[in-house]
């Protein structure tokens, strides 16, 4: 069965980039340019997983993640953050807000396979 | 990786794995047999040294079947690692072309030549400064004007790479160094060189730099200055406001 991934980033590079790594391992691939439009898809196309961009324009990825959370029809979705600063209290934020894990820019693919693939086979 | 070398992976795994269940098979028969002859009394009497000398013979085979399947095993792993990484590396080269030549807007492209050195490469202090005697900023990221007084086209990194026409990077911060430009990247058009990107540092988290990031310098260099020309042209002719 395909898995169906949301790719959350303001830089469509980066969104560009993420897109052609995910598709080449055969996942579903769809994208959102800020945090508000993230909120909307999922709870349209219930991802089974989110890779969310921290810095972004209107509504942040902490913000877009707390209220996927508190939302019934997205708490389940796993959530991988996206950060340029790794930072303790920065990953600390994140998994306040209730993220599942998180990445460093610039994004290691074989990081991020990995991660998802963790996260997916745990939740199938 | 292909279907067809996936498949006969798996096929060569499976008929490993059916060879080595039929020799267990075997031996535990053979195990069988002689215990059921020591609980007999020893009638037959102890099993003989060639038979003892065939089965050690027999299971140092099937150790060395088990280490060469696991080595395959290994290598094929590693080769699946490999091709993901050149899949990453040719995903990351791509996004990067495009978004250097998506616009014939000026701002637009220096945005580009931005988001490539914040998101790619991972450094969130630099510059990007015309090709004149004063290294007239275009954009700066994370650093004052004033990290640029000083610096001159001639001398230093920046001055070897106007000279060989090719980014430069330095491995570690050089101590004593007053510039702290780590990357001078000469954007480089119809064989002039036009700006430079000048990195200071890289986000705290980023190791070494690795070849993927000598690779997208390069291309920045070539490819980043051509659609600034391109922009400035376009500009010029008065296309932007028709």
């Not at chain 2, 004063?134 to 990221?141: C, G, I, N, T």
Request: aromatic share 4%; proline share 5%.
């Amino acid at each position: 069965m395909t898995r169906k991934i949301l790719l959350v980033d303001d830089s469509a590079t980066v969104l560009m980039m993420e897109r052609m790594i995910l598709a080449a391992e055969r996942f579903e691939v769809l994208t959102a340019n800020n945090g508000l439009e993230a909120q909307e898809k999922a709870r349209r196309e219930q991802p089974d997983l989110i890779l969310m961009d921290i810095v972004m324009p209107k509504v942040t990825g902490l913000e877009a993640c707390k209220a996927l959370r508190a939302d019934p029809t997205t708490s389940h979705i796993p959530i991988i953050l996206v950060t340029t600063r790794g930072e303790p209290q920065t990953v600390e934020q994140g998994y306040e807000v209730g993220c599942n894990d998180y990445v460093t820019k610039p994004v290691n693919s074989s990081e991020l396979l990995s991660k998802i693939r963790n996260i997916l086979g745990a939740t199938q | 990786m292909s279907e067809l070398r996936r498949s006969r992976y798996v096929e060569r795994v499976r008929e490993a794995t059916r060879s080595l269940f039929e020799d267990l098979l075997e031996q535990n028969r053979k195990l069988c047999l002689s215990l059921a002859m020591l609980g007999q009394g020893r009638e037959s009497g102890p099993p003989e040294l060639g038979e003892l000398e065939r089965w050690r013979t027999q299971q140092q085979s099937l150790l060395e079947l088990l280490e060469a399947a696991d080595r395959e095993t290994r290598s094929f792993e590693e080769q699946v690692a490999d091709v993901e990484r050149q899949n990453s590396n040719l995903a990351t080269l791509y996004a990067a072309g495009h978004a250097l030549h998506a616009s014939l807007e000026r701002e637009q492209v220096l945005a580009a030549i931005q988001e490539i050195v914040i998101n790619l490469v991972g450094s969130e202090q630099f510059a990007i400064v015309r090709a004149d005697e004063q290294l007239s900023p275009l954009a700066l990221f994370g650093v004052p004007a004033s990290r640029l007084a000083g610096l001159s086209p001639r001398t230093g990194i920046i001055g070897r790479a106007l000279a060989e026409g090719r980014p430069l990077a330095l491995p570690r911060a050089v101590p004593g160094d007053a510039t702290g430009v780590r990357v001078c990247v000469p954007l480089v058009a119809a064989g002039e060189t036009r700006a430079f990107v000048l990195i200071f540092g890289f986000l705290p988290h980023k190791g070494e730099l690795v070849p993927l990031d000598h690779e997208l310098f390069a291309l920045v260099g070539s490819q980043a200055a051509t659609a600034l020309h391109a922009a400035e042209l376009f500009a010029a002719n008065g296309a932007g406001s028709a």
